[in-house]
């Protein structure tokens, strides 16, 4: 049984002044999920999402959004969060609110009603008079958020809406996407922070250097790292290297190695007939981001999380 | 289809909106409102200080007669009746007699040489032959001495001084208006086309800079299209300038009830040869084609750039072009019919302006359509290209220094 389609891509390629930034990227993002597309910085996230929402044209490749070839005919049913934030400092947050829904053809009358009562629930009721020059960094980004979602997108676009978000706002806006994938809506976002998308996402794309380099679940994402076992011997030395795997790496006390097709049952009958013994294991899937790294290259995210600081 | 063009032009009144209320429910804006008001009375007060300045130096000014006491009387009678023909603008300086001493050619010399230089013209000498001495602005005060000798002489020729002549005086009103009437209409209509424009166009490449300053061209791209975008910009400002033309249109329609009756008498006298609801038609139907014209250009420049300096910059050529335009209109209304106001009428960008003052100067309707059909065509051309433009201004900008200097990050794997 297929699964509706909210967003596709076939091969989308954009070029900048010669510099080819986006190099054929597919996407399929299944309608009601919740879609992550990672990548470092300059990975081409942002020229994707661009090109998926019709704000720029491919210069080769295809996508529909929602079902329309052209993406302009689904933008009254399209959230977005651009990655430069943008509000009018002199208009007051509902009507910034109320405006952004008008946009996509929400009648103003019922934009500003939802505003008061979407800020209320966001904890900002009192601030829905006040300007938007008046307001926080992170309170005028809520206020762009929910201007986003104010019209009750059936998908809402959201690119690294976590940066410059405090822990507590980021918390919230997680509950934000829950809730609006509740309502029914599909959403896309990208990052290049990958808690909130092992958190988050149903499915997520990781695309580098303008490719995509993988699509698929968090789980499998994960999958394409064996496990790893942390192991801590009674009795520590030079010697347990040469029992352990020859990737094992000396972390404090624990020897971390991945663990082979056959198990580690073998490896630690030896090493407790050696006399090293056990005096602590245990065993994890490795992470989102060890996964990330592996598929992007641990320079590349090293660079990228360097800049996100 | 239908429902795209919906969409459209719903998107576009959506940004007017904005924009118009942005605009008009500022402070800045009720300045801008008065702003005519501004240039009135700014005018005022430096013809008043002028004025001033000309009428303290006038309050001192002389003539001076070198005569006779004989002769002074008739001279005196004379001046008096002369003086009755000059206005209270242009009368001559006060006059005083001096009675000759030895030299009268020297005393009329001391008097205009006088060091606080108030005389500004002596007559001297028989009233045949009179020598006049004037100084560096007493050409007029000259003349009006020679002719008061020679009226003098004449009234002694014939024994008295007394009036011959009693005339009666009645008071016509016009009801044409004179050629001079309808140029000043018309170089009205070009003055308020080209300042109205101005304005215009510079606040809504404002409203471009400030989206650009705020990166709220991002969230607006992705919702609108560029080409509604805008739209709504051109059609905002149109709204704040018929706010604009509406408050000076009822204030001129009722300006003449409230001025003093020489002042609403001369105003009268400025009137269109078209009638005055023609023209007011035709000046608005004028005023929109330049403002679209002008304002399309203006909103692409802003496009174009993305800083304020930038912005600047490249408004300047524009300006430039415009003042040269109003040159020409302003030509054309003062000489209707010249190859000049022919050029001006034919040109896109002046044509507006000019066919408003064609419209001032000639009472001929048939012009104006052919002149509107012509406009309306520039004006398709320079929209359908300027939001072609804008929106291949808005979107290069949109890469921003920023994300081109991410884009040219490599990314490893």
């Known amino acids: 049984m297929s699964q509706s389609l909210a967003v596709t891509a076939h091969g989308l390629v954009k070029n900048f002044g010669g510099r080819r930034v986006v190099d054929g990227v597919d996407l399929a993002v299944p309608t009601g999920t919740i879609y992550g597309v990672l990548g470092p910085n300059g990975a081409g996230k942002t020229t994707t999402l661009r090109m998926l929402l019709g704000i720029i044209e491919p210069d080769e490749g295809e996508r529909t959004l929602l079902g329309r070839d052209r993406p302009r005919e689904a933008s009254d049913h399209v959230g977005y969060l651009p990655e430069e934030r943008g509000l009018y400092p002199q208009m007051k947050a509902r009507e910034a609110i109320a405006f952004m829904g008008a946009l996509r053809g929400l009648p103003w009358k019922i934009g500003r009603k939802r505003a008061i009562e979407m800020m209320e629930q966001a904890g900002l009721g009192y601030a829905v008079d006040f300007k938007i020059r008046k307001l926080s960094k992170g309170m005028a980004q809520l206020v762009q958020l929910l201007g986003s979602v104010v019209h009750q997108p059936d998908l809402l676009v959201l690119d690294e809406p976590f940066s410059g978000l405090d822990p507590v706002n980021q918390e919230g806006l997680e509950r934000l996407i829950r809730a609006e994938q509740a309502r029914g809506a599909t959403v896309l976002f990208s990052t290049h922070v990958m808690a909130h998308a092992e958190r988050l996402c149903d499915r997520l794309a990781i695309i580098a250097g303008g490719k995509r380099r993988f699509e698929g679940t968090v789980a499998e994402a994960r999958g394409m790292l064996p496990m790893r076992a942390h192991y801590q011997p009674e009795r520590d030395g030079p010697e347990v290297a040469a029992i352990l795997p020859a990737d094992a790496q000396h972390n404090g006390r624990d020897w971390v190695f991945p663990i082979a097709d056959n198990g580690v049952e073998a490896l630690l009958l030896k090493l407790t007939q050696s006399g090293f013994g056990v005096a602590g294991l245990s065993i994890e899937r490795p992470g989102l981001h060890d996964a990330f790294v592996r598929i992007v290259g641990a320079e590349a995210l090293a660079q990228a999380e360097a800049e996100a600081l | 289809m239908t429902g795209n063009y919906r969409r459209a032009l719903r998107q576009a009144m959506t940004v007017a909106r904005r924009d118009f209320i942005a605009t ?102 028989p009233l045949e032959k009179p020598t006049i001495l004037y100084g560096g602005n007493g050409q007029n005060e000259a003349d009006y001495l020679a002719g008061l000798a020679e009226q003098t002489l004449r009234a002694q020729k014939l024994g008295s001084t007394a009036t011959l002549s009693a005339p009666i005086k009645t008071r016509l009103t016009r009801t044409a208006v004179t050629a001079s009437g309808h140029n000043a209409a018309a170089l009205f209509a070009v003055m308020a086309i080209f300042l109205l424009t101005l304005f215009l166009a510079g606040l809504t490449m404002g409203t471009m800079a400030e989206e650009r300053s705020n990166k709220v061209i991002e969230v607006l791209a992705a919702a609108v299209p560029l080409e509604s975008v805008f739209f709504g910009k051109l059609i905002g400002m149109f709204g704040v300038a018929l706010l604009f033309v509406g408050f000076w249109g009822a204030v001129a329609s009722q300006i003449t009830s409230v001025l003093p009756a020489g002042v609403a008498t001369a105003l009268a006298g400025v009137a269109p040869a078209v009638g005055k609801p023609v023209f007011a038609l035709l000046f608005l139907a004028y005023f ?59 040109f896109p960008f002046s044509s507006p302006m000019a066919m408003a003052a064609h419209a001032a100067n000639s009472s001929a309707l048939w012009p104006h359509a052919v002149a509107i059909l012509w406009q309306l065509l520039w004006v398709s051309l320079v929209i359908s290209l300027g939001a072609r433009w804008f929106r291949r201004g808005v979107l290069k900008s949109g890469e921003g220094p920023k994300r081109k200097r991410k884009q040219q990050q490599p990314a490893s794997s």
């Open chain 2, 288 to 346: 929109v084609m330049s403002y679209l014209l002008v304002g399309a250009v203006y909103l692409i420049l802003g496009a174009q750039a993305s800083t304020q300096r930038e912005l600047q910059m490249m408004a300047l050529p524009m300006t430039i072009v415009q003042m040269a335009n109003v040159g020409m209109s302003t030509a054309a209304a003062g000489r209707p019919g010249s190859t000049i106001a022919w050029i001006a009428e034919i």
């Open chain 2, 24 to 125: 008009v429910f500022t402070p800045t804006f009720l300045l801008f409102l008065l702003s005519p008001m501004f240039t009135i009375l700014f005018g005022a007060a430096g013809g008043l200080g002028a004025s001033t300045v000309t009428q303290g130096a006038a309050g001192r000014a002389r003539i001076v007669v070198v005569a006779a006491p004989d002769q002074a009387a008739a001279i005196v009678a004379t001046d008096r009746q002369l003086r009755k023909v000059f206005g209270s603008a242009d009368i001559p300086p006060p006059l005083d007699i001096a009675t000759p001493s030895g030299d009268p050619a020297a005393q009329a010399r001391a008097a205009v040489m006088e060091r606080s230089g108030d005389v500004d013209a002596a007559i001297y000498g």
